[in-house]
């Protein structure tokens, strides 16, 4: 009784995981999520000079840690067409992950508020992984 009990309930989590699964789906393109979250993000960043206040530092933080969510959005691709299925190629994710650590790299840097440390992540590491998805990827 207790057993059948059990399964019945197995068998309501598996229906409710996999729902929560199917969820998983893109809710921009890419274009929306480089327009609206890459490219504002990353032009704080890249803007980022002469940073003296607090409140300054803080507005790149927050603009890497965007950053970090537009990689984690585009993992999944994005709802333009074929973009559900460019984001299981390898060279998407590998140029994905790139940009996703050189932004944790510009975390770093404005951590220790080092602004040479950041205006080389954004020149070495935050740039190139841009260039080399859209030569692959961009039409
Ligand atoms: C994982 C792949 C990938 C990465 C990484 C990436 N992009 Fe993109 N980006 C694209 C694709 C694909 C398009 C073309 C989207 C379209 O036209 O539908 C695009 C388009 C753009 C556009 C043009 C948008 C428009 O309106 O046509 C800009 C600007 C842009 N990206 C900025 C950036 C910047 C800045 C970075 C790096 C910080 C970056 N992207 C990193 C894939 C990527």
Not at 3 to 28: H, K, M, Y
Not at 31 to 47: F, L, R, Y
């Amino acid at each position: 009784m207790t057993g059948c009990r059990f399964a019945g309930l197995i068998a309501i989590l598996t229906s409710v995981f996999a729902s929560v699964a199917d969820e998983l789906t893109p809710e921009l393109s890419v274009k929306e999520i480089m327009n609206s979250i890459v490219t504002p993000a990353t032009n704080i960043i890249w803007g980022a000079y002469q940073l003296e206040t607090e409140s300054q530092w803080q507005e790149v933080g927050r603009a890497a840690t965007a950053v970090i969510g537009a990689a984690n959005l585009l993992m999944l691709g994005g709802t333009g067409e074929g973009e559900t299925e460019i984001a299981g190629e390898a060279e998407w994710q590998r140029s994905n992950q790139l940009m996703l650590a050189a932004a944790r790299q510009v975390l770093v840097a404005v951590d220790k508020r080092d602004e040479n440390a950041l205006s080389q992540v954004g020149n070495d590491a935050l740039y190139p992984p841009c260039e080399s998805c859209h030569q692959a990827y961009q039409k």
